[in-house]
């Protein structure tokens, strides 16, 4: 797979958890104060891990190096965490919640 490739598959990814963070915050702006006090750190954390595969995929897009394996691996685990990160959160959420999203 060609470097340009695969950023532009993870920046699509990447774009998805944005949309999917957007719709989790939705949902928490329903919770009461007490509620919203245990998602809203969750919420952060996985604001930062998205912003930070972000940082690495924009940084591997511009840098193009030939051997782009390492950072190849690095971002796959990333993707993982984040990935995690997202669907533990979308658990955690009330399912009566969820729906109330759109």
Do not use: H
Request: proline share 3%; glycine share 6%; with cysteine.
């Amino acid at each position: 797979m060609e470097v340009k490739d695969y950023c532009k598959a993870m920046l699509a990814e990447v774009n998805g958890w944005k949309e999917k963070l957007e719709a989790l915050k939705k949902v928490s702006d329903k919770y009461d104060a007490a509620q919203k006090e245990k998602i809203l750190p969750l919420i952060g954390q996985i604001e930062q891990q998205v912003a930070a595969a972000q940082a690495r995929v924009d940084e591997l897009e511009n840098e193009c190096p030939s051997d782009w394996s390492p950072m190849k691996e690095e971002l796959d685990d990333l993707f993982g965490t984040v990935g995690n990160s997202v669907d533990r959160a979308w658990r955690d959420f009330d399912r009566g919640w969820v729906d109330l999203e759109g």
